[in-house]
């Protein structure tokens, strides 16, 4: 067991590539599709996505985080 199981298991947990490269991909993607039309609506529509990738994303690491950690 090491000495700071919880920061230990949070900085793999927030190295997984697969998951911070999709929601980035997600966030850039809404914004260009709301750049291409370019209205508010589509705008604030792109503001939700990114919000909730944020929020999926989020969530998906704590459940990392909890998995790795020892304690």
Do not use: K, Q
């Amino acid at each position: 067991m090491t000495e700071r199981p919880a920061t230990d298991a949070l900085a793999r947990a927030l190295r997984h590539r697969e998951r911070n490269l999709l929601a980035v991909a997600v966030v850039v993607g809404a914004f260009a599709i709301a750049a291409s039309v370019g209205t508010p609506t589509a705008y604030f529509t792109a503001s939700l996505v990114a919000f909730c990738a944020w929020m999926a994303w989020f969530v998906h690491a704590v459940i990392a985080w909890i998995r790795l950690a020892d304690f």
